[in-house]
């Protein structure tokens, strides 16, 4: 089943949810339905009436309850078709409370709620046997209205590079001095998209300084492209989605292919009048951290994908020869499935077709009829060249990058590895 659901919809039980924070908040789903579609419309929020002492500060429903709420969907000229409620700390997943109060034929849509915060939402319809829950596919809608195309080729490059803001962001921070597309400008990924004190990404005050000198408004079209296969053009591209900006794009080939092509570079660095760029949205649900990691290890509708190398997977080395960001234990995480990230890329540095891309990562069991996945490398830029592949070649509706990764996870007190080829 297809459940369609406007952003601005969305956002409104996001609110909801959050004011309930830390208790459970939930409310009844109104729309209309067909045989694969169900399309929601408006939303009756619930109150929630609970004892102090209860664990789980649910709701109390009566059929008296059950039957005003269909009374105001028919005065609507509208079906009863859900229900959605918060997971206050605890995945979207359903537990097996829902299994025993759920009816089936209903949606329903379920919201990660951490720190006061939505994170993620799921859809999910229980069986007629009520024996498990099936995923419904969330279409979300009305969130990308400047979205580009998100991957572009050289040639599309060398035609509208006079109407886009280039931005070249390499592994080797050396390589846009020595030749460069013409008018493409630099970003640092050591130095301007990582914070340099609490090791982790640029602040949204830090990234809209950054886009601000670039000349970026939140109307530019952006392209990205770097060295190394796009590791950290896709990392940045990753950042620029979370951080709201979707009219963005990434070349496919990045500098080898362009270069390989034999086309125009310059070492002349262009100069651009500074914008007052602000960021006003963060997409949460782009981002794992540890804790979104732990809550789900090894638990059905999780898929975990570790794009290093067999031999950093396996423990025989902990990171790449001549890396600096390790880690005190070599491995990988519970349940992960390696699929290094070079094997998504053809012999010209661009990703392989998405018949490959499908076999490749159907193999070892991620597909995108698994509701929640997330990527994770050493430090975050290789998972997000994966990441892309996944959510933007494959269409995966809900995946996710671990910028954090193994320098993170491999040095956490108390955190499972595994050795070997076992996931």
Same mark, same amino acid.
């Given at each position: ?56 500060? $649910?709701?109390?429903?009566? *059929?008296?309850?059950? &039957?005003? +709420?269909?009374? =105001? #969907?028919?005065?609507?000229?509208? !079906?009863? %078709? ?116 609490? $090791?982790?990404?640029?602040? *949204?005050?830090?990234? &809209?300084? +950054?886009?601000? =000198? #670039?000349?970026?408004?939140?109307? !530019?079209? %952006? ?201």
């Amino acid at each position: 089943m297809r459940v369609i659901l406007e952003r601005a919809l969305q956002k409104r039980i996001f609110a909801h949810l959050e004011s309930t924070y830390p208790n459970e908040g939930g409310g009844f789903l109104l729309g209309t339905q067909t045989a694969d579609t169900l399309v929601i419309t408006e939303t009756i929020p619930v109150e929630n009436v609970f004892e102090a002492e209860e664990q789980y500060h $649910r709701y109390a429903m009566t *059929p008296l309850d059950w &039957a005003r +709420l269909e009374d =105001q #969907a028919d005065e609507r000229g509208l !079906t009863l %078709v859900g229900y959605y409620h918060s997971h206050p700390d605890s995945p979207a997943i359903p537990s097996v409370y829902d299994r025993d109060h759920a009816l089936p034929h209903f949606s329903y849509l379920i919201t990660q709620v951490q720190n006061q915060q939505a994170v993620e939402m799921h859809a999910w319809r229980l069986r007629d046997d009520r024996t498990a829950f099936d995923a419904d596919i969330l279409d979300v809608r009305g969130e990308n209205k400047t979205m580009a195309q998100p991957l572009v080729t050289t040639q599309w490059v060398a035609d509208n590079k006079n109407s886009v803001r280039l931005i070249e962001v390499d592994v080797d921070t050396t390589q846009y001095e020595q030749g460069h597309i013409p008018g493409a400008v630099a970003f640092n990924w050591q130095t301007q998209l990582q914070n340099q004190t609490t $090791r982790d990404i640029a602040s *949204p005050e830090e990234f &809209a300084a +950054l886009l601000s =000198q #670039a000349s970026v408004t939140p109307d !530019t079209h %952006v392209v990205l492209y770097g060295d190394n296969n796009n590791w950290f053009a896709a990392y940045a591209f990753w950042l620029f989605q979370y951080y709201g900006h979707t009219n963005i794009s990434l070349l496919d080939g990045g500098r080898k292919k362009w270069i390989a092509e034999g086309r125009e570079t310059t070492t002349d660095v262009p100069t651009y009048p500074a914008t007052s760029y602000t960021v006003s949205t963060i997409n949460h649900h782009l981002r794992a951290d540890r804790d979104y990691i732990k809550q789900r290890l090894e638990k059905q509708g999780f898929g975990l994908v570790d794009v290093r190398s067999n031999d950093e997977y396996t423990g025989k080395i902990i990171a790449p020869p001549g890396m600096s960001e390790t880690a005190q234990r070599p491995g990988h995480i519970p349940g992960a499935a390696n699929i290094p990230w070079a094997q998504a890329v053809a012999e010209d540095g661009s990703f392989k077709s998405k018949e490959e891309l499908t076999k490749l990562y159907g193999a070892k069991g991620i597909s995108a009829d698994v509701p929640d996945v997330v990527a994770y490398c050493r430090i975050g830029e290789r998972s997000s060249h994966t990441w892309f592949a996944l959510k933007y070649i494959l269409g995966f509706e809900n995946v996710r990058n671990y910028d954090g990764s193994w320098t993170e996870w491999g040095n956490l007190i108390g955190a499972p590895i595994r050795k070997g080829e076992q996931p």
